[in-house]
């Protein structure tokens, strides 16, 4: 409806324009007090009919052209609301220096900025209101951005992801998980918004299919955002039975084959005012989104609020001015870097409505000034619901662009390297019982051993066994999986550089807890040829504890062992010493001496060959043995 009637609009006009006029004042001035009316009732149809009457009768009155690019303006037709100012403009130039904002505006909103910053600041040299003057020192500094970002393009060349995805109808918010093999969106149809999934078969996007009844339901449910593994996917809803405002955020999970009934995921992050567009952190833990709520720099913002061990989410924390403005941010894409946020915004100087935006976390917890992303990824019109694939390379958003199939629709394009998130590898396993070889679900924990935060704490498909969890290339990782009444499993990933960029795939067998079975600790640390704990260790170690306190009546050995480097004596003494470290801070953290003892075996029991680096390194290794159960 609102398509038809922008069309009536343009061929009313374009009818007073072309016919011969005659003048006669006080027809124009009846059809301009008939407008008045019809302005004021909002029936803007009826108004531009009696407005082209005006302009048809009398195409010397200035009114009716000043009320039409008004009109115009308000109702987003930019090019009707251009011509109708220039006849303003034409007529007489001092007729009213609102004509000026509102040309410029409209100039802005199509794109033609260098014309738009002319009369921006001819608007501004007049005395206005100090509000006014804010507005339009913020659309000038929009123009001098879009008129040297026009001059220097970024390297764009938009890919549409073809009809297995995109429709006559409009889709957007693509959701892609860290393996690129599933993206969630949103499409909206005449019966209102709904999620559709594709899956990516070797190179190629399936069709589309209906997500779940579950999700999709009579009312409108959106922008969302899928986690990194696929299993919890986070949206949404307005005005639904058991929201608190209009809109608010809900959350599903995948379970036993299909999607849970979703919940409101309640205060504080829901509240009376509009909550949306969540995004989350690759470890499940930090949920970004964007609302309207009291305490915020004004308009949209985008806030965050953090899990805590208790499953209770934090009360939210705006970004602050590095991020926000008096004016929306909206459509936060945090990649799985956990450092790198993209965004939409109409605050920061852009080329039009929204435009895309890109920030950095450093190293103190701070946000960078916001990089807009450029021309001509930012145009004069909306862009939004960014997201970008694990490895920083891929971005998807959508647009209305020549090629779409009929509306919105969603487009992959390479990102440039200046734009890039830190690259991010992930792990995909599957845990299984070693006696049954029967999927199980186990406690999965992935840990960066530099800094000492969970990067993934979460369980393992109780069907499948399947768990995927994202690593950013560079740092060191524990991984820990646990299951009540089998052994620990422990593994260690050290992503010095890119060329750890490729995912590793794993199948964890678990042993029960039985006579005489043994597990490594992966990841117990010592100096080279000494037998001091290093501090990562201590992570694996609380691990250890954990298991020793709910299997109480287990009692273990602790087990040094060396390569075959240096003499056996040596590597004796340094097998034994490394296993009395070990024994010493279990004791010291609570442990009962009585269930642990200790042994060095040197390089009497290797694992693997030790001709090789890799062979000597897992030889060199801490384990315990199940010695009463």
């Known amino acids: 409806?609102?398509?038809?009637?922008?069309?009536?609009?343009?061929?009313?006009?374009?009818?007073?324009?072309?016919?011969?006029?005659?003048?006669?004042?006080?027809?124009?001035?009846?059809?301009?007090?008939?407008?008045?009316?019809?302005?004021?009732?909002?029936?803007?149809?009826?108004?531009?009919?009696?407005?082209?009457?005006?302009?048809?009768?009398?195409?010397?009155?200035?009114?009716?052209?000043?009320?039409?690019?008004?009109?115009?303006?308000?109702?987003?037709?930019?090019?009707?609301?251009?011509?109708?100012?220039?006849?303003?403009?034409?007529?007489?130039?001092?007729?009213?220096?609102?004509?000026?904002?509102?040309?410029?505006?409209?100039?802005l909103n199509t794109g033609d900025y260098a014309k738009a910053l002319t009369h921006f600041r001819k608007y501004i040299s007049y005395p206005i209101l100090e509000a006014g003057r804010r507005l339009c020192a913020k659309y000038i500094a929009d123009c001098e951005f879009s008129v040297k970002s026009v001059a220097s393009p970024v390297p764009?060349?938009?890919?549409?992801?073809?009809?297995?995805?995109?429709?006559?109808?409009?889709?957007?918010?693509?959701?892609?998980t860290a393996d690129g093999r599933k993206m969630i969106f949103t499409r909206r149809t005449k019966e209102?918004?709904?999620?559709?999934?594709?899956?990516?078969?070797?190179?190629?996007?399936?069709?589309?299919?209906?997500?779940?009844?579950?999700?999709?339901?009579?009312?409108?449910?959106?922008?969302?955002?899928?986690?990194?593994?696929?299993?919890?996917?986070?949206?949404?809803?307005?005005?639904r039975p058991d929201g608190k405002g209009r809109c608010d955020i809900y959350l599903s999970k995948w379970e036993r084959g299909g999607w849970s009934e979703p919940f409101n995921i309640g205060e504080p992050i829901n509240t009376e005012a509009w909550e949306s567009q969540p995004s989350l952190s690759a470890n499940g833990r930090t949920l970004y989104f964007s609302s309207n709520r009291l305490g915020g720099m004004g308009g949209y913002d985008i806030w965050k609020s953090d899990l805590g061990v208790?499953?209770?989410?934090?009360?939210?924390?705006?970004?602050?001015?590095?991020?926000?403005?008096?004016?929306?941010?909206?459509?936060?894409?945090?990649?799985?870097?956990?450092?790198?946020?993209?965004?939409?915004?109409?605050?920061?100087?852009?080329?039009?409505?929204?435009?895309?935006?890109?920030?950095?976390?450093?190293?103190?917890?701070?946000?960078?000034?916001?990089?807009?992303?450029?021309?001509?990824?930012?145009?004069?019109?909306?862009?939004?619901g960014l997201s970008i694939s694990r490895d920083g390379k891929t971005a998807y958003y959508s647009a209305n662009r020549a090629d779409s199939f009929g509306k919105l629709d969603i487009y992959s394009f390479d990102l440039t390297e200046p734009f890039r998130p830190k690259p991010v590898t992930y792990v995909k396993g599957v845990i299984v019982d070693q006696d049954t070889q029967k999927p199980l679900e186990a406690k999965i924990q992935i840990t960066d051993l530099g800094t000492g935060k969970s990067v993934f704490d979460d369980l393992s498909d109780s069907e499948s066994g399947d768990f995927l969890a994202t690593m950013r290339i560079g740092g060191a990782f524990s991984l820990a999986i646990s299951k009540e009444g089998h052994l620990l499993y422990s593994e260690n990933f050290r992503l010095k550089?890119?060329?750890?960029?490729?995912?590793?795939?794993?199948?964890?067998?678990?042993?029960?807890?039985?006579l005489g079975r043994k597990a490594v600790l992966n990841n117990i640390?010592?100096?080279?040829?000494?037998?001091?704990?290093?501090?990562?260790?201590?992570?694996?170690?609380?691990?250890?504890?954990?298991?020793?306190?709910e299997n109480s009546h287990v009692e273990i050995e602790i087990q040094g062992h060396t390569d075959?480097?240096?003499?056996?004596?040596?590597?004796?003494?340094?097998?034994?010493?490394?296993?009395?470290?070990?024994?010493?801070?279990?004791?010291?953290?609570?442990?009962?001496?009585?269930?642990?003892?200790?042994?060095?075996?040197?390089?009497?029991?290797?694992?693997?060959?030790?001709?090789?680096?890799?062979?000597?390194?897992?030889?060199?290794r801490t384990e315990f043995k199940i010695t009463k159960k």
């Open 497 to 514: 550089d890119e060329k750890f960029s490729e995912p590793f795939s794993i199948t964890v067998t678990l042993q029960k807890i039985e």
């Open 192 to 239: 209102g918004e709904n999620f559709y999934m594709s899956v990516k078969k070797d190179s190629l996007w399936t069709k589309a299919e209906y997500l779940s009844d579950t999700l999709n339901t009579d009312y409108n449910e959106g922008a969302q955002c899928i986690s990194q593994d696929g299993v919890y996917l986070f949206f949404t809803g307005c005005n």
């Open 564 to 620: 075959n480097i240096g003499s056996d004596g040596a590597n004796q003494l340094l097998s034994e010493n490394r296993a009395k470290s070990v024994y010493d801070y279990l004791i010291l953290n609570g442990i009962n001496s009585s269930k642990l003892s200790y042994k060095g075996y040197g390089a009497s029991y290797p694992i693997s060959d030790n001709t090789t680096e890799e062979g000597r390194r897992m030889n060199r």
């Open 1 to 107: 409806m609102k398509y038809f009637f922008v069309l009536l609009l343009g061929s009313i006009s374009l009818l007073a324009f072309g016919q011969k006029r005659r003048i006669n004042t006080n027809l124009a001035q009846k059809a301009c007090d008939r407008a008045s009316l019809y302005i004021g009732q909002q029936a803007y149809d009826r108004a531009v009919e009696q407005l082209n009457e005006a302009v048809y009768f009398d195409s010397t009155m200035i009114t009716p052209y000043q009320q039409l690019g008004d009109i115009y303006r308000k109702l987003g037709v930019y090019s009707l609301a251009k011509k109708n100012y220039e006849k303003v403009l034409g007529l007489d130039p001092n007729f009213l220096p609102l004509t000026y904002f509102g040309i410029a505006e409209s100039e």
């Open 156 to 176: 764009f060349k938009p890919l549409n992801m073809g009809a297995a995805i995109n429709t006559a109808d409009d889709e957007y918010f693509p959701s892609v």
């Open 310 to 384: 208790d499953g209770l989410w934090s009360i939210p924390v705006n970004l602050g001015p590095s991020i926000n403005t008096p004016y929306d941010e909206q459509a936060p894409f945090i990649h799985p870097d956990d450092q790198t946020l993209f965004f939409s915004s109409n605050g920061w100087p852009g080329l039009g409505k929204n435009d895309l935006f890109i920030s950095r976390l450093d190293s103190l917890g701070q946000w960078s000034m916001p990089i807009n992303l450029g021309y001509p990824i930012n145009t004069f019109g909306e862009e939004n």
């Open 525 to 549: 640390f010592f100096e080279s040829n000494k037998y001091n704990l290093l501090p990562e260790s201590k992570i694996e170690l609380g691990e250890l504890i954990t298991f020793l306190t």
